[in-house]
């Protein structure tokens, strides 16, 4: 199968210069396979800037030697009235990003979101924040198709910040 990436150009006091791929890193977890939608739609948009998305779980990841990107996604439901635990240790260890921008991803059945938790977490290893939002899910999360009507717009416009 052949992957065709398309570069933009931009000219700039005269001089025509092609714009870079972006890299991002994408790491999740999720149970349902609420989160798993969004960051694998979140990829496919990602791509079409030009870029280029690699996904994770946090058991794929190693959080002290991720791979180099330009930016960094995190995405994590809300268990038990707080940010999932194996997110959450994740975070906690992440190492070697200083400086670098982090979106947000949370996916929740509950009044309130954690996206407060998760930019503390990360805003604490000096990572810059670029972009959030979060998911109230509908219906029962046990089917992985439970997310709001507009998700994939959301994601879009989330998108866009990175």
Same mark, same amino acid.
């Given at each position: 199968?052949?992957? =065709?990436?398309?570069?933009?150009?931009?000219?700039?006091?005269?001089?025509?210069?092609? /714009?870079?791929?972006?890299?991002?890193?994408?790491?999740?977890?999720? %149970?349902? /396979?609420?989160?798993?939608?969004?960051?694998?739609?979140?990829?496919? *948009?990602?791509?079409?800037?030009? /870029?280029? &998305? *690699? $996904?994770?779980?946090?058991?794929? +990841?190693? @959080? &002290?030697?991720? @791979?180099?990107?330009?930016?960094?996604?995190?995405?994590? @439901? +809300?268990? +038990?009235? %707080?940010?999932?635990?194996?997110?959450?240790?994740?975070?906690?260890?992440?190492?070697?990003?200083?400086?670098? @921008? =982090?979106?947000? $991803?949370?996916?929740?059945?509950?009044? %309130?979101?954690?996206? /407060?938790?998760?930019?503390?977490?990360?805003?604490?290893?000096?990572?810059?924040?670029a972009a959030a939002v979060d998911f109230r899910v509908e219906g029962d999360p046990k089917t992985g198709d439970a997310l709001p009507e507009n998700w994939q717009t959301r994601i879009d416009e989330f998108a866009q910040h990175l």
């Amino acid at each position: 199968m052949y992957r =065709f990436i398309f570069y933009s150009f931009f000219i700039v006091d005269g001089e025509c210069t092609f /714009g870079e791929l972006m890299k991002y890193v994408i790491v999740y977890w999720s %149970r349902y /396979g609420n989160g798993k939608k969004a960051v694998e739609y979140l990829s496919e *948009q990602l791509e079409k800037k030009p /870029g280029e &998305a *690699q $996904i994770f779980t946090t058991d794929e +990841a190693d @959080p &002290a030697s991720l @791979p180099d990107a330009d930016a960094y996604i995190f995405s994590a @439901p +809300a268990e +038990a009235f %707080r940010l999932q635990s194996d997110m959450k240790k994740f975070m906690k260890n992440l190492e070697g990003l200083e400086g670098k @921008p =982090f979106g947000i $991803i949370n996916t929740h059945a509950m009044k %309130r979101n954690w996206l /407060g938790s998760m930019e503390k977490l990360l805003t604490k290893k000096n990572m810059k924040k670029a972009a959030a939002v979060d998911f109230r899910v509908e219906g029962d999360p046990k089917t992985g198709d439970a997310l709001p009507e507009n998700w994939q717009t959301r994601i879009d416009e989330f998108a866009q910040h990175l």
